[in-house]
């Protein structure tokens, strides 16, 4: 298993969570998604998204509003 982080640009992380860069940037800016800055660059960690991922999660149960 490779121990690098992988980086994502803005382009690439919303690729990756599959919407687009503005609703990346307004995730970001509701401090919804961690970002790091990189000299004049933001970038994003995998375990950033990750995290943005399951916070996100909802249990399917839950949602359906259970079983009657």
Not at 15 to 44: D, E, H, N, P, Q
Not at 54 to 62: D, G, H, I, P, V
Request: overall charge positive.
């Amino acid at each position: 298993m490779n121990n690098e982080k992988q980086i994502f640009t803005d382009k690439e992380a919303a690729a990756y969570l599959r919407i687009s860069t503005v609703t990346l940037w307004r995730m970001r800016r509701k401090g919804k998604i961690s970002f790091r800055r990189s000299a004049s660059k933001l970038v994003y960690t995998q375990s950033d998204l990750d995290d943005y991922l399951e916070s996100t999660k909802r249990n399917a149960f839950a949602v359906a509003g259970g079983v009657q």
